[in-house]
């Protein structure tokens, strides 16, 4: 028997879709940012179930195709379901326009809004490569704008990064994608721009 005046925990389920950088590819911890972010996250009141739909080089168009089949096997009416998008620069390689980029995010954040699910978008993070950095840039306001204007949560993880000596020098020893030091960094942003809020509880010491 419950004790008189115990709460129950509320349930959530959080999906994350992404590229390799939501999977923590390259980390030698194998946490990634999210892995990080979850161990920090409050569980006295909540039970959290994780799932992580993650795939390589993965840029919006991909995304928008699968992202409401993939996640909505993992949903449910017995859970508060939330979706984590990890964002990441793969359409400027593919040559996507920043108008297209744009709308295939808004998509599926208008998707989730319908069926009343919370999204928390984390935006790309910085390269070593000036030249991608100023794309990646317009990129990062686009995403930032779409998402904020839908009333979800957008952590910008490239402006505080671009010029951050510790991230700059974790990528550069590792061929260009974060390693402990770079998920870490990301983990710290993610934490400290509405995660807690987001899921409506309080901030972890």
């Known amino acids: 028997m419950k004790e008189r005046g115990a709460v129950e925990k509320r349930d959530l389920r959080i999906v994350a879709v992404g590229d390799e950088l939501v999977a923590g590819v390259g980390d030698p911890r194998a946490l990634g940012w999210l892995g990080r972010v979850l161990a920090r996250t409050p569980s006295d009141d909540v039970s959290i179930e994780p799932f992580v739909l993650a795939c390589p080089r993965e840029g919006t168009e991909a995304l928008a195709g699968r992202w409401l089949n993939e996640a909505g096997r993992r949903f449910d009416d017995f859970h508060e379901n939330r979706l984590v998008i990890g964002l990441s620069g793969r359409d400027i390689e593919y040559g996507l326009s920043t108008a297209r980029s744009r709308l295939n ?18 935006g790309p993070p910085p390269s070593l490569d000036p030249a991608l950095n100023r794309k ?67 901030e972890a010491n």
Do not use: C, S
């Not at 952590?155 to 030091?181: C, I, K, M, S, Y």
């Open 136 to 202: 990646l840039a317009e990129l990062n306001t686009a995403f930032a704008d779409v998402t904020t204007r839908r009333k979800h949560h957008y952590v910008d993880t490239f402006t505080p990064l671009q010029n951050h000596e510790q991230w700059r020098n974790d990528v550069a020893a590792n061929a260009g994608a974060p390693g402990q030091a770079g998920y870490g960094l990301m983990a710290w942003l993610v934490l400290h721009r509405g995660w807690y809020q987001w899921l409506d509880l309080p």
């Open 105 to 122: 995010l808004a998509n599926i954040l208008d998707g989730a809004t319908q069926l009343n699910i919370p999204v928390f978008v984390v």
